[in-house]
């Protein structure tokens, strides 16, 4: 299971209630100006989203105008794309993924390009990178980035003189202090399974920082993560902490909202996380959300120090959309793709982390652990999750990962049962060399 972010601002906010456009609502064509579908997915906030963006975009050029309708999640939303692509039946402008899910769609074959406006060259490179296939982009980015790595409590951290490690020797040294006195050194949360999967999967930058090709190697099947040593470190994370005895008592049963009070209180130190979830800590602990930052997960080299990245998902045209009503979705994309754009994101949904657009910012109301990612973009100390960049994932990743980090078993033995299930799961998908 991949961790997308619909689905773990689901995992957090509990199922609500689905909205959709009905018929005759905001975007209906009016007069002789140009109407556009849109599709977007079901869940609230991004219904939410693309309704706000649609009427500002239609405020801005009121010959322009937006419809908006949507899909179910998951599986069947997935099919439904795919479907209503290869048919030539989808609408005008549609929402989805980033990275590998956007590849499997075939874009040369089925979308428009749009490396003709703008807007692309105001794209970080590592979000283009995911809306790239054979050299040409296809998407604008939709919402902020997540980032993967420590949530930190920093009422601890002052109140025992440390700082923000940028290598894990640092960080595993902190820890030893941070044991000491009598606070959880990292927190785990292994009752919700998925949370075990952090530290291996935002341990990827200091992959990549050693071995640049390694998704494409792994995609192709030239590499393994048991062989290969900078991958094999996050399998080898895991075990160091458990073996230190440096994670909460209570890491077997725990779950993820304990985990969150638990950073938030300061009676856990870290909490190997991605920025999704300090939502729900300003929502729950709003006189606490000020102790909490963020750090990126560190590796052995200060000097490689950075962030794996949880990109945006895309907005992308389908070829069939022609004529008057291509220009009117680049011009959309456009509009998205801007400060314009983001401030109307910002202030409809609470940004996860920073905008992917040059000139976006954050607002200055946004919590701390938010405002720590940025310096990570700055500097572009950052890499897409190997989920954007390769299909490669193995589905029993956390079951894994829960053992490594329980002590049940060990790295190396953890990354070459991943391996055998990654092979399974590569030849499902039909790749090429597997």
């Known amino acids: 299971m991949k961790i997308g972010r619909t689905a773990l601002l689901a995992a957090v906010s509990g199922l609500l209630a689905l909205t959709a456009c009905t018929p ?6 009016d007069g002789d100006g140009t109407a556009l579908s849109y599709l977007v997915d079901n869940e609230p906030s991004t219904v939410k989203t693309a309704e706000a963006l649609a009427k500002a ?30 048919t030539g039946d989808m609408t005008d402008i549609f929402a989805y993924n980033s990275g590998s899910l956007f590849q499997a769609l075939k874009p040369e074959q089925n979308l428009a390009a749009v490396d ?10 590592a979000f283009k990178t995911t809306v790239t296939a054979n050299g040409k982009v296809y998407g604008a980015p939709t919402g902020g980035t997540v980032g993967g790595g420590m949530l930190y409590n920093r009422a601890v951290y002052s109140r025992l003189g440390l700082q923000v490690p940028k290598t894990w020797a ?25 949370t075990s999967q952090v530290i291996f999967l935002a341990d990827y930058h200091n992959v990549a920082s050693v071995n640049p090709t390694f998704a494409d190697q792994y995609t192709a099947n030239k590499v393994k993560v048991a062989s290969t040593p900078a991958a094999l470190r996050g399998f080898q994370r895991l075990q160091e902490v458990h073996d230190a005895g440096y994670q909460n008592s209570d890491f077997a049963s725990a779950q993820l909202e304990n985990g969150l009070k638990m950073i938030a209180d300061g009676t856990g130190a870290h909490y190997p996380i991605l920025t999704f979830a300090v939502a729900t800590i300003a929502a729950n602990s709003p006189d606490k959300v000020k ?4 750090f990126a997960l560190p590796g052995d080299d200060a000097a490689k ?19 008057a009503k291509l220009d009117a979705a680049k011009k959309f994309l456009g509009f998205v793709a801007s400060p314009e754009g983001c ?11 920073p905008y992917v657009v040059k000139g976006c910012t954050l607002p200055a109301d946004v919590p701390q652990a938010i405002k720590d990612l940025q310096p990570y973009f700055d500097a572009r100390a950052t890499t897409p999750a190997l989920e ?4 490669v994932k193995g589905p029993a990743l956390e079951q894994i990962c829960v053992e490594v980090g329980s002590g049940i078993r060990k790295a190396a033995d953890g990354a070459e049962l991943y391996d055998r299930d990654v092979q399974k799961q590569a030849q499902q998908l039909g790749l090429p060399g597997w």
Do not use: C, H
Not at 60 to 76: H, N
Not at 116 to 125: E, G
Not at 388 to 391: H, I, K, M, V
């Open 305 to 323: 120090n950075g962030l794996t990245v949880w990109e945006p998902g895309g907005i992308y045209i389908p070829k069939t959309t022609s004529g």
């Open 116 to 125: 003709d406006q703008a807007f692309v060259s105001t794209l970080d490179p």
């Open 343 to 353: 401030d109307v994101q910002s202030k409809t949904v609470a940004p996860s982390g």
């Open 388 to 391: 954007f960049l390769s299909p």
């Open 57 to 86: 975009f239609n405020a801005k050029y009121p010959e322009l105008s937006i419809k908006v309708e949507t899909r179910p999640q998951g599986g069947e939303g997935d099919n439904i794309v795919k479907t209503r692509l290869s």
């Open 24 to 29: 005759g609502s905001l975007g209906d064509s």
């Open 291 to 294: 102790d909490v930052g963020f």
């Open 170 to 194: 640092d960080f595993m040294a902190n820890n030893a202090k941070i044991k000491a006195a009598g606070v959880a050194p990292v927190i785990q949360t292994y009752q919700t399974t998925w």
